[in-house]
């Protein structure tokens, strides 16, 4: 490791980042949580939302390296969680808002 404390610190800043809402709702978090459930009902149907919730652990195959392999291997979970077409659930990459940036014109994987 070349710097583990500013290591440690930009983990927690991403972290509160992810964590942080980006913007006061109308009507508070409630109000918006209800509204969006009524919306997935409406459009998907009372049974999607009943549906149990997928852990990690559910779609993460052992063994998970990032590879592309082991990506289009998630993929191919969650199409069959979400009852999707194979092949439905597509890969894409953006690793810059993180401060991560590759080579130009190298692939992520």
Same mark, same amino acid.
């Given at each position: &490791? !070349?710097?583990?404390?500013? &290591? /440690?610190? !930009? @983990?927690?800043?991403? #972290?509160?980042?992810?964590?942080?809402?980006?913007?006061?709702?109308? *009507?508070?978090?409630?109000?918006?949580? #209800?509204?969006? /459930?009524? +919306?997935?009902?409406?459009?998907?149907?009372?049974?999607?939302?009943?549906?149990?919730?997928?852990?990690?652990?559910?779609?993460?195959?052992?063994?998970?390296? *990032? @590879?592309?392999?082991? =990506?289009?291997?998630?993929?191919?979970?969650?199409?069959?969680? &979400?009852?999707?077409?194979?092949?439905?659930?597509?890969?894409?990459? @953006?690793?810059? =808002?993180?401060?991560? !940036?590759?080579?130009?014109?190298?692939? +992520? +994987?």
């Amino acid at each position: &490791m !070349r710097n583990p404390i500013g &290591m /440690m610190r !930009r @983990s927690q800043q991403v #972290r509160s980042q992810l964590k942080a809402p980006r913007e006061r709702l109308p *009507g508070g978090s409630r109000r918006w949580i #209800r509204s969006s /459930m009524d +919306w997935l009902v409406a459009e998907f149907g009372r049974d999607i939302v009943l549906r149990p919730i997928a852990l990690p652990g559910d779609v993460i195959p052992d063994g998970y390296d *990032g @590879s592309r392999a082991a =990506a289009v291997e998630l993929c191919g979970r969650v199409d069959g969680r &979400m009852d999707l077409r194979p092949g439905q659930c597509g890969l894409s990459s @953006s690793s810059t =808002a993180y401060g991560v !940036r590759r080579r130009a014109g190298r692939p +992520w +994987w």
